[in-house]
Structures are given as C-alpha cells and as structure tokens.
C-alpha cells in the first residue's frame, strides 16, 4: 500500500509503502515512458542489476522488483531519517565525531562498491547518503553507476556539477577518468559539507565553477580540527593520482 511520496527524481518517484507483511519499505517506481532513449534503459537495467548484488551494512538494501504497466519497481529498505543533506542543514554544520561517523561509514560502502563489487557510484552527494533507523549511512541511488574495476575508466562525466572532480572538467583523457578517485573526491566535497555546512566549490555560472574545481584551491574549514583538514586536503587532491584509491 502506497504511503507518502519520500522524493522525486529526473526518472523516478520514491514512495513510502506498507509491505503485506505489515514492514515499511521505500518503493522507487521508475517510470518507463520516461525511459526513451536506449542509455536510459540501460541505465535502469544497470541500477537494478547492480542493487541486487549489493549486500553491506551501508549500501540500502533491495528487498525484491516488479513491473507495471507503466513503471518498473524497486522494494528497498525504507532509511525512516532520510537525507543526509537534510540533518545537515537541519544543524547548520555537524561536529567532528559525527562527521567522522558518517564519513568512514560512506568510506566502508564506496570501498565495498570499489574493490569487491568492481564498480563505481557516479553520484556521491549528501542527497544520496540515505541515514537509517541507527542514524547509519545507507548509499542509495544507482541509477549513474557503471562497471569499474580498480583503476578502471569510466565516461562521460555525470552526476551534479559541484561534486564533479577535476579530471571530469578538464577532459585530458577524452570523455573517459578513473572512476573511484572520482567518486573519493565527491566523497571529500560531501566531507567538508558536513564539517562547514557549505560546498567547497560554488559559483553562479557553471565557466566559474569549473574553474574554482580545476584550481582546486577552497576556503579552509575554520571550525574542524586537524584531522578534519588533513582527511580534507587527502580527497580533494586535484591530481586522481593523488587521492586514496
Ligand atoms: P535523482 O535523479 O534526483 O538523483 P532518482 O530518481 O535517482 O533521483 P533516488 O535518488 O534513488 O531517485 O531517490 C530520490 C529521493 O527519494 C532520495 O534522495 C531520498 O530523499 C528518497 N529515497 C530514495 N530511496 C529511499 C529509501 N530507501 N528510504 C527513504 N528515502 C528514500
Ligand atoms: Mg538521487
């Protein structure tokens, strides 16, 4: 039984349901009009395919499928606390432990995701970042996602532009970047969301925000500790080389 709507994205619409066995669930219906051009079918198929092999304590879990007439279904485990994008701003800025916290738990599961499963997210961003009953980190949304082994290439770039990497604007490899240092970098842009309560990187034209990611240079955190800036100036080296991989 359908609830309350949780969200709404480009291709799909996130309810609230009640399970016959009487659990709540979070049903992502994607709808299939919407899915017109054969890279967006591919990408659900991927989406789907990929969630059903997915099993660790910080990825969202997905209970079972089925289709509609009109839309394809996703059964995921319901994260009843949301967004971390929402606690964020709900506090302003979160403290060292608990960023901490949420950062190593988005760490375990991308690493998951990496090494184990030879795949990357393409999508990282506190919208993503669901947060269970425990208040623990669930990755959610793989509807960007592409195969990638360790060092593999992905392209082109996708996702949002304020948590694109370097080497997805500066193009010196074609259309094609390593996929998990890109995806370490947007995990260090959601880092200093959580210590600052702002982006790093922000411009009104997309020409200036590009700029801002290419030169790598950000307003230093003023209210994290040492640590907090170390983990920081790690993943967002402007060299993928660089970053933890
Ligand atoms: P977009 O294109 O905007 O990234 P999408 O169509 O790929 O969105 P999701 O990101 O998977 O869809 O889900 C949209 C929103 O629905 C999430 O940001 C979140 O707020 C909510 N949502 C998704 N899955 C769950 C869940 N399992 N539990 C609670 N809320 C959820
Ligand atoms: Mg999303």
């Known amino acids: 039984t359908l609830r309350r709507s949780l969200g709404v994205g480009a291709f799909s619409t996130v309810h609230l349901a009640t399970h016959t066995c009487g659990a709540l ?5 994607i709808d299939k009009a919407a899915l ?14 990929l969630l059903k ?8 879990r997905l209970h079972h499928t089925f289709a ?21 701003v709900a506090r302003v800025r979160l403290d060292d432990a608990t960023a901490c916290r949420f950062f190593k ?4 599961g991308l690493r998951h995701l990496h090494e184990e499963m030879h795949w ?3 999508d990282i961003k506190p919208e993503n970042l669901l947060l269970d009953k425990d208040l623990n980190i669930r990755i959610a949304d793989f509807g960007l996602s592409s195969p990638c082994a360790p060092g593999g290439m992905v392209g082109p770039a996708c996702g949002s532009p304020c948590y694109a990497a370097p080497e997805m604007l500066t193009r010196a ?8 240092p890109a995806d370490f970098w947007a995990l260090g ?3 200093y969301a959580m210590l600052e309560g702002q982006l790093p990187f922000e411009d009104n034209g997309s020409a200036g925000l590009y700029n801002r990611i290419i030169s790598g240079r950000y307003r230093t955190p003023t209210r994290a500790s040492a640590s907090g800036k170390s983990m920081l100036r790690f993943m967002l080296k402007t060299s993928p080389r660089e970053r933890p991989r």
């Open 189 to 191: 842009i959601v880092l």
């Open 36 to 49: 017109t051009t054969p890279d967006e079918l591919h990408r659900a198929g991927c989406e789907i395919r």
């Open 173 to 180: 490899g074609g259309d094609a970047y390593e996929g998990h």
């Open 105 to 108: 738990q988005a760490l375990s």
């Open 120 to 122: 990357a997210h393409r």
């Open 53 to 60: 092999k997915l099993c660790h304590p910080n990825i969202v």
């Open 25 to 29: 669930v979070a049903i992502k219906r």
């Open 68 to 88: 509609t007439n009109d839309s394809l279904c996703l059964v995921l485990e319901y994260a009843p606390h949301g967004e971390l994008f929402d606690y964020i």
